[in-house]
């Protein structure tokens, strides 16, 4: 049993026990290599997300028909990573348990690696698809093993060959591009073409959805730590977002790398809190 936050995400704020999905912040930028601050993302998406409607004109769905809980955010420890992980793992893992869909909000990359833990440990069969700028494909970073340079690398070791579908990658490592190419990882670049390709091939089983929000091309979303030029437009993630929760069973999902401070005017943060509002919205079949 979880205890409800005191803010929310709008309309968020139904009962645990007649929740289908439940949310929760994960608060946690410590092993940022270029420009920290994804720790205020959750805060400030739930803060803005009262700046949105509950309806969707793009899906004719609303909230206010959903049970949707919000759990609020994780208190992380920012100085040990392994820590921060399992306390995420946990979390995700009392969700899953409870029988309902656990959406995470970053929080830098590396936060992707606790629920996928988790949730890879519910369904073996476990299918990861990956939203980004970056391949996140290192072995370490600066020889560190859990790094957001090095989320999917750290997943694959959990699932193994052939089960990460990667899209908008345009800015990793040569030795990333070149590992992926082997086998080990399906690596899309620039946009979303291959997609429904991949969902084919996924068919029915369970998948972790983790959206990095620098898949944006930065003229629309600059507020984030490591912002990549040739990125997507709003409309083609939406699209993409519609694809992937229509064609395959999502089973437990994030989005993360928002900074809002890097952002001023606010539009990125608003962007944010409407990505969470559709991608909430799409999971509802």
Not at 13 to 23: G, K
Not at 102 to 119: C, D, K
Not at 151 to 171: A, E, P, T
Not at 172 to 181: I, L, M, N, P, T
Request: charged share 25%; glycine share 8%; aromatic share 10%.
């Amino acid at each position: 049993m979880l205890n409800k936050n005191i803010e929310t995400f709008i309309a968020c704020d139904a009962e645990y026990e007649e929740a289908d999905i439940v949310l929760f912040g994960a608060p946690f930028d410590g092993t940022t290599s270029n420009r920290p601050g994804t720790r205020f993302a959750p805060r400030a998406i739930r803060t803005e997300s009262f700046g949105l409607e509950t309806y969707s004109p793009y899906q004719d769905k609303d909230l206010t028909d959903m049970a949707v809980f919000d759990s609020g955010d994780l208190d992380l420890c920012f100085g040990n990573a392994e820590r921060v992980l399992n306390d995420i793992e946990e979390r995700t893992a009392t969700i899953l348990q409870a029988g309902k869909l656990p959406f995470m909000i970053g929080g830098e990359h590396l936060v992707t690696l606790g629920p996928v833990r988790a949730t890879a440990k519910q369904y073996p069969d476990l299918h990861i698809i990956h939203f980004d700028a970056h391949t996140d494909l290192r072995d370490d970073y600066m020889g560190e093993k859990l790094s957001h340079a090095t989320v999917l690398r750290r997943c694959h070791d959990i699932l193994g060959d052939g089960r990460i579908y990667q899209f908008g990658i345009r800015s990793g490592d040569r030795s990333e591009f070149r590992w992926a190419e082997e086998g080990h990882v399906t690596t899309n670049k620039f946009n979303f073409n291959g997609l429904e390709e991949a969902i084919k091939e996924i068919g029915d089983k369970p998948v972790y959805f983790t959206i990095d929000l620098d898949v944006l091309d930065p003229s629309e979303f600059p507020g984030t730590g490591t912002p990549e030029a040739g990125g997507v437009s709003y409309m083609q993630l939406l699209n993409a977002i519609f694809t992937v929760c229509q064609g395959v069973n999502v089973v437990a999902c994030d989005v993360n790398e928002l900074s809002p401070t890097y952002d001023q005017s606010g539009i990125s943060t608003a962007m944010a809190c409407k990505v969470v509002r559709e991608l909430l919205l799409a999971l509802k079949k």
